[in-house]
Protein backbone atom coordinates (compact mmCIF):
# COMPACT_ATOMS: atom_id res chain seq x y z
CA UNK A 1 0.00 0.00 0.00
CA UNK A 2 1.01 3.77 -0.76
CA UNK A 3 0.44 6.23 1.86
CA UNK A 4 1.50 9.46 2.11
CA UNK A 5 0.81 12.10 5.23
CA UNK A 6 0.29 15.71 5.53
CA UNK A 7 2.14 16.57 8.55
CA UNK A 8 3.74 19.92 8.93
CA UNK A 9 5.67 20.18 11.96
CA UNK A 10 7.44 16.74 12.85
CA UNK A 11 9.50 15.49 15.27
CA UNK A 12 12.21 15.03 16.43
CA UNK A 13 12.35 19.17 15.50
CA UNK A 14 8.99 19.66 17.00
CA UNK A 15 7.98 17.66 20.31
CA UNK A 16 3.89 17.85 20.61
CA UNK A 17 1.90 14.72 20.75
CA UNK A 18 0.84 14.91 17.85
CA UNK A 19 4.09 15.16 16.41
CA UNK A 20 5.92 12.77 18.07
CA UNK A 21 2.95 10.01 16.92
CA UNK A 22 3.11 10.94 13.48
CA UNK A 23 6.81 10.28 13.59
CA UNK A 24 6.41 6.56 14.96
CA UNK A 25 3.55 5.98 12.91
CA UNK A 26 5.57 6.74 9.73
CA UNK A 27 8.28 4.55 10.90
CA UNK A 28 5.75 1.59 11.84
CA UNK A 29 4.19 1.97 8.83
CA UNK A 30 7.32 2.17 6.79
CA UNK A 31 8.48 -1.30 7.48
CA UNK A 32 5.61 -2.66 5.48
CA UNK A 33 3.70 0.04 2.93
CA UNK A 34 5.48 2.66 0.70
CA UNK A 35 5.12 5.71 3.15
CA UNK A 36 5.57 9.32 2.43
CA UNK A 37 5.38 12.59 4.39
CA UNK A 38 5.01 15.88 3.85
CA UNK A 39 7.03 18.23 6.30
CA UNK A 40 8.90 21.77 7.33
CA UNK A 41 11.77 19.08 7.86
CA UNK A 42 13.09 16.07 7.03
CA UNK A 43 12.23 13.70 10.11
CA UNK A 44 15.12 11.26 8.58
CA UNK A 45 12.76 8.42 8.88
CA UNK A 46 14.28 4.70 7.28
CA UNK A 47 12.02 4.58 4.28
CA UNK A 48 10.11 6.82 3.99
CA UNK A 49 10.17 9.49 1.72
CA UNK A 50 10.19 13.70 2.25
CA UNK A 51 8.40 16.16 0.46
CA UNK A 52 9.56 19.38 1.40
CA UNK A 53 6.92 22.15 2.86
CA UNK A 54 8.36 25.73 2.91
CA UNK A 55 6.66 28.17 5.67
CA UNK A 56 5.89 30.77 3.23
CA UNK A 57 3.63 33.72 3.89
CA UNK A 58 0.38 33.97 3.34
CA UNK A 59 0.23 30.11 5.27
CA UNK A 60 -3.41 29.47 3.99
CA UNK A 61 -1.84 29.81 0.36
CA UNK A 62 0.74 28.48 0.03
CA UNK A 63 0.63 25.80 2.17
CA UNK A 64 -2.39 24.24 0.16
CA UNK A 65 0.24 25.28 -2.90
CA UNK A 66 2.93 22.96 -1.63
CA UNK A 67 0.31 20.18 -1.12
CA UNK A 68 -0.86 20.56 -4.95
CA UNK A 69 2.56 20.11 -6.02
CA UNK A 70 3.16 16.88 -3.70
CA UNK A 71 -0.20 15.20 -4.70
CA UNK A 72 0.48 15.98 -8.39
CA UNK A 73 3.90 13.83 -7.94
CA UNK A 74 2.15 10.66 -6.05
CA UNK A 75 1.03 7.71 -7.51
CA UNK A 76 -2.59 7.60 -8.17
CA UNK A 77 -3.35 4.37 -5.97
CA UNK A 78 -2.02 6.20 -2.56
CA UNK A 79 -4.06 6.66 0.47
CA UNK A 80 -3.74 10.65 2.01
CA UNK A 81 -3.65 10.36 5.91
CA UNK A 82 -4.51 14.13 7.32
CA UNK A 83 -3.26 15.19 10.73
CA UNK A 84 -6.03 17.56 11.87
CA UNK A 85 -6.07 20.18 14.10
CA UNK A 86 -6.35 24.24 14.32
CA UNK A 87 -5.60 25.74 11.05
CA UNK A 88 -7.49 27.96 8.41
CA UNK A 89 -10.46 26.64 6.81
CA UNK A 90 -9.12 26.68 3.63
CA UNK A 91 -6.77 24.83 3.90
CA UNK A 92 -8.25 21.67 4.92
CA UNK A 93 -11.07 22.64 2.07
CA UNK A 94 -8.14 22.99 -0.52
CA UNK A 95 -6.68 19.65 1.42
CA UNK A 96 -9.85 18.25 0.84
CA UNK A 97 -10.40 19.62 -3.15
CA UNK A 98 -7.15 18.62 -4.07
CA UNK A 99 -7.10 14.99 -2.76
CA UNK A 100 -10.72 14.92 -4.97
CA UNK A 101 -8.70 16.42 -7.91
CA UNK A 102 -6.19 13.56 -8.23
CA UNK A 103 -8.41 11.07 -6.93
CA UNK A 104 -6.67 10.07 -3.78
CA UNK A 105 -8.42 8.90 -0.57
CA UNK A 106 -7.84 10.11 2.32
CA UNK A 107 -8.69 9.50 6.20
CA UNK A 108 -8.53 12.03 9.14
CA UNK A 109 -6.97 12.03 12.30
CA UNK A 110 -8.60 14.24 14.74
CA UNK A 111 -5.85 15.54 17.85
CA UNK A 112 -7.81 18.69 18.02
CA UNK A 113 -9.04 18.65 21.76
CA UNK A 114 -10.64 21.86 21.70
CA UNK A 115 -14.46 21.81 21.11
CA UNK A 116 -15.07 23.41 17.58
CA UNK A 117 -16.04 26.66 17.05
CA UNK A 118 -16.13 27.38 13.20
CA UNK A 119 -17.57 30.77 12.64
CA UNK A 120 -17.91 29.27 8.76
CA UNK A 121 -18.23 25.99 8.78
CA UNK A 122 -18.61 25.00 5.11
CA UNK A 123 -14.28 24.52 4.55
CA UNK A 124 -14.34 22.02 7.60
CA UNK A 125 -17.80 20.11 6.67
CA UNK A 126 -16.42 19.73 3.39
CA UNK A 127 -13.40 18.17 4.52
CA UNK A 128 -14.57 15.64 6.85
CA UNK A 129 -17.23 14.68 5.04
CA UNK A 130 -15.14 13.68 1.98
CA UNK A 131 -13.12 11.55 4.26
CA UNK A 132 -12.77 8.11 3.65
CA UNK A 133 -12.90 7.47 7.60
CA UNK A 134 -12.48 10.02 10.43
CA UNK A 135 -10.70 9.30 13.29
CA UNK A 136 -10.52 10.87 16.59
CA UNK A 137 -7.55 10.15 19.48
CA UNK A 138 -10.51 10.44 22.11
CA UNK A 139 -13.86 10.27 23.20
CA UNK A 140 -14.11 13.72 24.34
CA UNK A 141 -13.23 14.78 20.80
CA UNK A 142 -15.35 12.12 18.90
CA UNK A 143 -18.52 13.46 21.03
CA UNK A 144 -17.70 17.19 20.73
CA UNK A 145 -17.98 17.47 16.97
CA UNK A 146 -20.89 14.79 16.45
CA UNK A 147 -22.83 17.19 19.58
CA UNK A 148 -21.83 20.28 17.32
CA UNK A 149 -21.59 19.09 13.85
CA UNK A 150 -23.31 15.76 13.49
CA UNK A 151 -19.53 14.09 12.15
CA UNK A 152 -18.59 10.39 13.27
CA UNK A 153 -15.39 9.29 13.94
CA UNK A 154 -13.85 6.24 14.99
CA UNK A 155 -11.80 6.46 18.37
CA UNK A 156 -7.98 5.09 18.30
CA UNK A 157 -5.81 6.28 20.61
CA UNK A 158 -2.14 7.76 19.29
CA UNK A 159 -0.46 4.96 20.77
CA UNK A 160 3.85 5.20 20.28
CA UNK A 161 5.90 1.63 21.67
CA UNK A 162 7.21 2.70 25.00
CA UNK A 163 10.54 1.31 26.61
CA UNK A 164 11.87 2.03 30.04
CA UNK A 165 15.83 2.36 30.92
CA UNK A 166 17.86 0.22 32.58
CA UNK A 167 20.47 2.84 33.81
CA UNK A 168 20.67 3.67 37.46
CA UNK A 169 18.48 6.84 39.04
CA UNK A 170 21.94 8.29 40.61
CA UNK A 171 23.25 8.18 36.99
CA UNK A 172 20.66 9.92 35.63
CA UNK A 173 20.61 12.54 38.05
CA UNK A 174 24.55 13.52 37.53
CA UNK A 175 24.14 13.44 33.55
CA UNK A 176 21.64 16.13 34.72
CA UNK A 177 23.64 18.16 37.14
CA UNK A 178 21.01 17.25 39.55
CA UNK A 179 21.70 15.73 43.36
CA UNK A 180 21.62 12.25 44.22
CA UNK A 181 18.80 12.89 46.80
CA UNK A 182 16.67 14.79 44.13
CA UNK A 183 13.22 15.08 44.72
CA UNK A 184 12.17 15.63 40.66
CA UNK A 185 8.80 16.78 39.31
CA UNK A 186 8.40 16.76 35.57
CA UNK A 187 6.41 18.75 32.93
CA UNK A 188 6.95 17.09 29.46
CA UNK A 189 5.79 18.45 26.53
CA UNK A 190 5.54 22.17 24.91
CA UNK A 191 6.02 25.71 26.63
CA UNK A 192 3.31 27.41 25.41
CA UNK A 193 -0.03 29.36 26.55
CA UNK A 194 -2.55 26.39 26.77
CA UNK A 195 -0.20 23.90 28.06
CA UNK A 196 -0.05 26.24 31.13
CA UNK A 197 3.61 25.45 32.27
CA UNK A 198 3.09 29.42 34.04
CA UNK A 199 0.82 27.61 36.36
CA UNK A 200 3.65 24.87 37.27
CA UNK A 201 5.88 27.67 38.15
CA UNK A 202 3.30 29.80 40.57
CA UNK A 203 2.16 26.25 42.06
CA UNK A 204 6.20 24.87 42.53
CA UNK A 205 6.87 29.06 44.22
CA UNK A 206 3.70 28.79 46.60
CA UNK A 207 5.53 25.75 48.51
CA UNK A 208 8.03 28.35 49.73
CA UNK A 209 11.82 27.98 49.48
CA UNK A 210 12.57 26.40 53.13
CA UNK A 211 9.90 23.87 51.86
CA UNK A 212 11.66 23.63 48.21
CA UNK A 213 15.05 23.41 50.44
CA UNK A 214 13.96 20.81 52.97
CA UNK A 215 12.88 18.32 50.41
CA UNK A 216 15.33 18.52 47.92
CA UNK A 217 12.64 19.62 45.55
CA UNK A 218 13.62 19.93 41.82
CA UNK A 219 11.04 20.90 38.68
CA UNK A 220 12.17 19.61 35.68
CA UNK A 221 10.80 21.48 32.16
CA UNK A 222 11.58 19.23 28.93
CA UNK A 223 10.06 21.13 26.16
CA UNK A 224 10.56 23.92 24.17
CA UNK A 225 8.11 26.99 23.23
CA UNK A 226 6.77 30.34 22.76
CA UNK A 227 6.82 30.51 26.59
CA UNK A 228 10.53 29.40 27.71
CA UNK A 229 12.35 32.66 27.61
CA UNK A 230 9.60 34.72 29.87
CA UNK A 231 9.32 31.38 32.13
CA UNK A 232 13.51 31.71 32.65
CA UNK A 233 12.74 35.32 33.46
CA UNK A 234 10.50 34.59 36.10
CA UNK A 235 12.30 32.12 37.68
CA UNK A 236 15.38 34.16 37.89
CA UNK A 237 13.04 37.25 39.41
CA UNK A 238 11.76 34.91 41.77
CA UNK A 239 15.58 33.34 43.19
CA UNK A 240 14.58 29.93 41.53
CA UNK A 241 16.28 29.10 39.31
CA UNK A 242 18.72 26.42 41.16
CA UNK A 243 15.77 24.27 41.52
CA UNK A 244 14.18 24.83 38.39
CA UNK A 245 15.65 22.93 35.13
CA UNK A 246 14.66 23.60 31.31
CA UNK A 247 15.77 21.05 29.31
CA UNK A 248 14.89 22.30 25.94
CA UNK A 249 13.80 19.41 23.45
CA UNK A 250 14.20 16.01 24.66
CA UNK A 251 14.77 13.16 22.21
CA UNK A 252 11.59 10.78 22.69
CA UNK A 253 14.47 8.33 23.25
CA UNK A 254 15.65 9.89 26.30
CA UNK A 255 12.06 10.82 27.97
CA UNK A 256 12.22 7.26 29.72
CA UNK A 257 15.50 8.96 31.26
CA UNK A 258 13.72 11.59 32.87
CA UNK A 259 10.70 9.42 33.93
CA UNK A 260 12.74 7.05 35.99
CA UNK A 261 14.45 9.90 38.20
CA UNK A 262 10.65 11.42 38.32
CA UNK A 263 8.81 11.23 41.30
CA UNK A 264 5.86 13.23 40.49
CA UNK A 265 4.58 14.10 37.21
CA UNK A 266 2.50 17.43 36.89
CA UNK A 267 0.09 17.55 33.33
CA UNK A 268 -1.48 21.19 33.39
CA UNK A 269 -3.57 21.27 30.09
CA UNK A 270 -6.65 23.41 29.34
CA UNK A 271 -7.24 20.36 27.09
CA UNK A 272 -5.78 17.47 25.59
CA UNK A 273 -7.03 15.06 23.14
CA UNK A 274 -5.12 11.54 24.32
CA UNK A 275 -1.82 12.76 25.09
CA UNK A 276 1.05 10.48 24.41
CA UNK A 277 3.05 11.72 27.42
CA UNK A 278 0.49 11.16 29.95
CA UNK A 279 -0.06 7.51 28.66
CA UNK A 280 3.90 7.25 29.23
CA UNK A 281 3.72 8.44 32.77
CA UNK A 282 1.29 6.06 33.27
CA UNK A 283 2.80 3.58 31.26
CA UNK A 284 6.30 4.56 34.18
CA UNK A 285 3.38 3.91 36.82
CA UNK A 286 4.28 7.38 38.34
CA UNK A 287 2.02 9.53 40.90
CA UNK A 288 0.28 12.11 38.49
CA UNK A 289 -1.14 15.35 39.40
CA UNK A 290 -3.45 17.13 36.12
CA UNK A 291 -5.48 19.89 35.66
CA UNK A 292 -9.41 18.76 35.81
CA UNK A 293 -9.54 19.46 32.35
CA UNK A 294 -11.33 17.65 28.80
CA UNK A 295 -8.89 14.47 27.90
CA UNK A 296 -6.80 14.05 31.14
CA UNK A 297 -9.76 13.70 33.51
CA UNK A 298 -11.41 10.96 31.69
CA UNK A 299 -7.87 8.89 32.29
CA UNK A 300 -7.07 10.19 35.54
CA UNK A 301 -9.47 9.32 38.78
CA UNK A 302 -8.77 11.53 41.21
CA UNK A 303 -7.66 10.33 44.53
CA UNK A 304 -7.33 6.56 42.84
CA UNK A 305 -4.78 6.96 40.04
CA UNK A 306 -3.66 10.22 40.52
CA UNK A 307 -4.34 13.81 41.59
CA UNK A 308 -6.72 16.81 39.82
CA UNK A 309 -6.97 20.28 40.25
CA UNK A 310 -8.84 23.36 38.63
CA UNK A 311 -7.31 24.47 35.63
CA UNK A 312 -5.47 27.66 36.40
CA UNK A 313 -5.80 26.90 39.91
CA UNK A 314 -1.96 27.49 41.21
CA UNK A 315 -3.07 26.80 45.06
CA UNK A 316 -4.75 23.81 44.45
CA UNK A 317 -1.87 22.54 42.89
CA UNK A 318 0.86 23.52 45.14
CA UNK A 319 -1.75 21.61 47.91
CA UNK A 320 -1.89 18.50 45.99
CA UNK A 321 2.12 18.43 45.86
CA UNK A 322 2.54 19.00 49.24
CA UNK A 323 0.60 16.46 50.21
CA UNK A 324 2.20 13.76 47.68
CA UNK A 325 5.69 14.59 48.45
CA UNK A 326 5.88 13.07 52.18
CA UNK A 327 3.77 10.04 51.43
CA UNK A 328 5.65 7.65 49.45
CA UNK A 329 3.10 4.62 49.55
CA UNK A 330 0.28 7.15 47.95
CA UNK A 331 3.11 8.05 45.24
CA UNK A 332 3.46 4.13 44.39
CA UNK A 333 -0.13 3.56 45.12
CA UNK A 334 -1.93 5.84 42.34
CA UNK A 335 1.09 5.11 40.16
CA UNK A 336 0.23 1.21 40.07
CA UNK A 337 -3.52 2.71 39.55
CA UNK A 338 -2.46 4.62 36.61
CA UNK A 339 -0.56 1.67 35.17
CA UNK A 340 -3.04 -0.96 35.35
CA UNK A 341 -5.99 1.31 33.25
CA UNK A 342 -3.11 2.08 30.52
CA UNK A 343 -2.64 -1.96 30.49
CA UNK A 344 -6.72 -2.58 30.73
CA UNK A 345 -7.27 -0.11 27.88
CA UNK A 346 -3.94 1.02 25.48
CA UNK A 347 -2.40 -1.90 23.87
CA UNK A 348 0.15 -1.12 21.14
CA UNK A 349 -0.52 -4.09 18.73
CA UNK A 350 -4.53 -3.70 19.04
CA UNK A 351 -3.65 -0.11 17.99
CA UNK A 352 -1.60 -1.38 14.58
CA UNK A 353 -4.55 -4.00 13.79
CA UNK A 354 -7.01 -1.18 13.55
CA UNK A 355 -5.05 1.00 11.83
CA UNK A 356 -3.83 -1.82 9.23
CA UNK A 357 -7.78 -2.55 8.11
CA UNK A 358 -8.33 1.21 8.04
CA UNK A 359 -5.32 1.39 5.93
CA UNK A 360 -5.93 -1.56 3.59
CA UNK A 361 -9.51 -0.35 2.81
CA UNK A 362 -11.47 -3.27 4.96
CA UNK A 363 -13.43 -0.48 6.67
Not at 51 to 77: N, S, T, V
Not at 140 to 148: A, E, G, Q, R, T
Not at 188 to 207: E, R, T, Y
Request: charged share 20%.
Amino acid sequence: MKIHFVCGNIYPHTTGGMEVFNYYFIRELSSKHQVSYSAYRDAKIEKATFFHLHKWRPQHLFFPLHIFIHFYQLPKDTLIVYSYSEASGLIWFFNAFFAKLFNLKYIIINHWGATPNWKFSFPFRYFFKNSHKNIAVSEDISKNYYLKYGIKFEIIPPLIPFFKTNQLEKDILLSYNLPEDAFVLSFIGSLKPMKNPNIVLKAFALLGIEYIKTNNLHLIFAGEGVLKKELEQWCFENNLSNYIHFLGIIKKENIPEILKITKIYIISSDYEGTSVSLLEAMFNKLSIIGSDSVGINNMIVHGFSGLLYPVYDDKKLAENIHFLVPDKALRIKLGENAHAFYQNNYIYEDFIKKYEKIINLEE
